[in-house]
């Protein structure tokens, strides 16, 4: 009998977990240049020397509910074949049932210039995802219940075999860029398989997610001498963009622009698609503001808070969001290379 009702909560839970994340959003990251691997694959390698990035979100950090991200990466570009390659790791933890989402990546690009100015970089990039919920860990079933203390300590779970294992996954992504010395358009589709991601029998396919993002660099003219041995004038240029992304029924649209006055940058954009709701609620999502610094030493460091104007409020805490990257020094600096035009997206 109590196993009978353990079995039916158990079910009850899932099915509703099952249901809503289905529909789930892949993590997502308000500083998307900043985590470029995690946004397209044809990033890979395209800043033609060794970089290394780091990148955490903390969002809703007010409510039990939050979602943490961290990711790493490393990339580079082998010249002699056109090619880029990288690596990224990525954990995420979502909601107050403690989902936890491991993601390792390999990933590779090839570049292909179309004329003087014009280039071209698909991207390929398979992965490893392993999902886990910690059942017994994170929920609450019936025989967890003192039916003569319903409101006190809760009681050891039963583990049940077989239930609530983890979900191992590979997913396959493809994107592509092209881009000139001011102007950049690049997509990507995530997850083209559609991996099984059911933690009981039965198919639950993980939606496959496109994303289009599009900018132009517009120069405001060159500021002061640089103090250093280049005797360079330091760089100033609006950039406006846009990142598109829809994943099953969920839609998100990211405008705005970054300001860059050497070395400093500045962001600010709007998330959100208030024409076309979801489930008859506002799809709105927030106003992202950010600042970051690019130093010429290859290191630039970013923080952003996204203030929460959807429904929930900025009771929820916002999010916060800082990552680190460093673009490693050029080993063949100094002798040609078989491009000059250099990739303007930004570096948040």
Not at 200 to 225: C, N, Q, T, V, W
């Amino acid at each position: 009998m109590l196993r009978s009702l353990v079995y039916v909560v158990f079910f009850s839970v899932v099915g509703l977990f099952l249901h809503t994340s289905a529909f789930a959003q892949d993590p997502q990251y308000s500083q998307y240049y900043a985590a470029p691997l995690y946004l397209n694959p044809a990033f890979a390698g395209s800043e033609l020397t060794g970089r290394v990035g780091f990148n955490y979100r903390n969002q809703w950090p007010s409510i039990d509910a939050q979602f943490t991200t961290f990711s790493a990466f490393y990339d580079t570009y082998l010249e002699d074949y056109n090619s880029g390659i990288g690596i990224m790791l990525m954990q995420d933890t979502e909601g107050a049932a403690k989902l936890r989402s491991t993601t390792i990546s390999a990933i590779y690009s090839y570049e292909l210039k179309l004329s003087d100015n014009l280039y071209f970089r698909p991207g390929f990039q398979a992965s490893y995802i392993r999902r886990e919920i910690g059942f017994f860990e994170n929920l609450i079933f019936a025989n967890q219940i003192n039916p003569s203390d319903p409101f006190g300590p809760t009681l050891p779970g039963a583990d049940i075999p077989g239930l609530g294992d983890p979900v191992n996954m590979l997913s396959l992504s493809f994107g592509g860029l092209i881009f000139t010395e001011n102007f950049w358009f690049g997509g990507s589709a995530h997850h083209v398989n559609q991996p099984n991601q059911s933690f009981i029998d039965g198919d639950s396919p993980l939606p496959m997610k496109i994303s289009f993002h599009a900018g132009y660099r517009i120069p405001l003219g060159e500021g002061s001498m640089r103090q250093d041995f280049t005797h360079m004038r330091k760089q100033r240029y609006l950039t406006p963009t846009i990142n598109y992304k829809r994943q099953g029924p969920f839609e998100q649209l990211d405008v705005g622009a970054y300001f860059y006055v050497e070395p400093i940058v500045f962001g600010l954009w709007y998330r959100g698609l208030p024409y076309k709701p979801v489930e008859n609620q506002s799809n709105r999502d927030a106003i992202v503001m950010m600042v970051g610094v690019n130093l010429l030493s290859g290191l630039n460091i970013g923080y952003s808070f996204d203030y929460t104007v959807s429904q929930l409020g900025i009771q929820s805490g916002g999010a916060h969001e800082i990552s680190l990257s460093w673009t490693l020094p050029n080993n063949n600096q100094g002798s040609p290379r078989r491009r000059d035009t250099i990739l303007p997206c930004p570096k948040f």
